[in-house]
């Protein structure tokens, strides 16, 4: 019944150049995100998306546009003819379509096209009453409608709406860098890639597991993960997905359990980094949370970040676990996150893993693994490729097929 939806998107404080760059972008991210489903065009700090022939307005079109970074708001209108009587009609048909016939109503109209005849307020004095008239168990609220009915009078385009239906705002992707998220099979680092999406990075995800333990299930959770993560994102989402047995054996033979885990990580960082930069990421995102599991304290943040020097952004470092178990189960990825398999062998990890560590410590033990490099190399010579898009997988390949290391 819809013919647009007209979308809001946040203000960014920015004006000229920098404001046209971020609509274009916005307007490009939604078509694609839509499959192609929509056109989109700008009229005065609003877009505006019609749907292609033989598409229409439904709530899944609905539910895709709400995943856009960017926008702010959607609202579906019906376009109407710059007369009274059309308008008036249009309105009618909107409430009776809706079922709307009790309740407080508000009309809000604003002509921007001055050489429409009749001023915003008779507008509303006039739509107001012939709805009262037409609808005589609704009643008039101006302070707190349950109904805000908005006309617009523009010179382009003309249309009412009374649906505001908030979206998650935050910037379009690709307005804010790249980065590469560690994504682990549980809860946070989803949440981490989530957040940092919503602040317009462009993003691919780099996980790590320990074949032949539980393989499969380890793999399809992991890119169920990222198939969840695609539909808020506009482009191809790559996941490389790394071999980690050897180097965890590697370090198991060093015979020191309490630092085992930290440093697998420094080698996954290691690894992690070598990825993002042969796929132009200029950060790494990880789900870390300040003092969680042993793992994360502050210490140990630091020796495991002694491992690079790239950038890494921990985006849920002050979370409440609770939030974050919020979010996910928000955003879709919660059901996912808590499927048993785990990303990493359990036969790796310390029971009592160490809580302090130093980075010279670290260095010395790695110094006794023979080939560690060698061995991480191997690592990501041997990953798994996924790309996905808007929640199907579209291609896989084994990284040698296709790719070709820089190494450095
Ligand atoms: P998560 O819920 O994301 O697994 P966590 O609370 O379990 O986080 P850790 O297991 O200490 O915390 O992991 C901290 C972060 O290290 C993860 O959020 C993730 O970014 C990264 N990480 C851990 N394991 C892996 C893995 N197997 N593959 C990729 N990244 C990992
Ligand atoms: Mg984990």
């Known amino acids: 019944m819809?013919?647009?939806?007209?979308?809001?998107?946040?203000?960014?404080?920015?004006?000229?150049?920098?404001?046209?760059?971020?609509?274009?972008?916005?307007?490009?991210?939604?078509?694609?995100?839509?499959?192609?489903?929509?056109?989109?065009?700008?009229?005065?700090?609003?877009?505006?998306?019609?749907?292609?022939?033989?598409?229409?307005?439904?709530?899944?079109m609905l539910n895709n546009l709400k995943r856009v970074f960017g926008i702010k708001s959607i609202s579906p209108a019906l376009k109407v003819e710059k007369n009274y009587e059309d308008i008036k009609n249009k309105i009618f048909f909107l409430l009776k379509e809706k079922n709307i016939a009790t309740g407080t109503f508000k009309i809000d109209a604003r002509r921007t096209d001055k050489t429409f005849p009749i001023r915003s307020f008779d507008l509303n004095k006039n739509l107001g009453e012939d709805v009262l008239n037409e609808f005589p168990n609704l009643k008039v609220d101006v302070h707190n409608p349950d109904y805000l009915i908005k006309v617009e009078i523009r010179q382009e385009l003309s249309f009412v709406y009374f649906e505001n239906i908030e979206c998650y705002a935050g910037y379009p992707v690709g307005a804010g860098g790249k980065a590469s998220i560690m994504l682990s099979g549980g809860i946070d680092s989803p949440v981490a890639a989530w957040l940092m999406m919503k602040r317009g990075m462009k993003m691919n995800a780099i996980s790590f597991y320990s074949p032949p333990s539980n393989n499969e299930k380890t793999i399809m959770k992991l890119i169920e993960l990222s198939k969840k993560l695609s539909e808020y994102y506009p482009f191809k989402f790559y996941h490389y997905i790394v071999p980690f047995t050897n180097v965890q054996m590697a370090i198991k033979k060093l015979n020191v359990e309490s630092y085992s885990l930290i440093l697998q990580r420094r080698s996954m960082l290691r690894i992690a980094s070598k990825i993002a930069k042969h796929s132009n990421s200029s950060a790494l995102i990880?789900?870390?949370?300040?003092?969680?599991?042993?793992?994360?304290?502050?210490?140990?943040?630091?020796?495991?970040?002694?491992?690079?020097?790239?950038?890494?952004?921990?985006?849920?470092?002050?979370?409440?676990?609770?939030?974050?178990?919020?979010?996910?189960?928000?955003?879709?990825?919660?059901?996912?996150?808590?499927?048993?398999?785990?990303?990493?062998?359990?036969?790796?990890?310390?029971?009592?893993?160490?809580?302090?560590?130093?980075?010279?410590?670290?260095?010395?033990?790695?110094?006794?693994?023979?080939?560690?490099?060698?061995?991480?190399?191997?690592?990501?010579?041997?990953?798994?490729?996924?790309?996905?898009?808007?929640?199907?997988?579209?291609?896989?390949?084994?990284?040698l097929e296709k790719e070709v290391l820089n190494l450095d």
């Open 2 to 60: 819809y013919d647009f939806v007209v979308i809001k998107y946040s203000e960014i404080g920015t004006k000229g150049k920098n404001r046209r760059i971020f609509e274009n972008k916005l307007m490009n991210n939604i078509v694609l995100q839509l499959d192609h489903n929509v056109s989109a065009k700008k009229i005065y700090g609003r877009i505006i998306i019609t749907p292609k022939e033989n598409k229409k307005i439904d709530s899944t």
């Open 286 to 399: 990880t789900g870390e949370n300040l003092g969680q599991v042993a793992s994360q304290t502050l210490e140990n943040m630091i020796t495991i970040s002694d491992a690079t020097d790239m950038l890494i952004l921990r985006p849920l470092v002050g979370y409440e676990k609770l939030e974050i178990v919020k979010r996910s189960q928000e955003i879709g990825t919660y059901d996912i996150s808590i499927w048993p398999y785990k990303d990493s062998c359990v036969a790796f990890l310390p029971k009592t893993p160490a809580t302090k560590s130093f980075p010279d410590k670290m260095r010395k033990y790695e110094e006794k693994i023979e080939n560690l490099s060698n061995l991480e190399y191997e690592a990501i010579k041997n990953s798994l490729v996924y790309i996905i898009k808007n929640g199907e997988v579209i291609e896989n390949y084994s990284f």
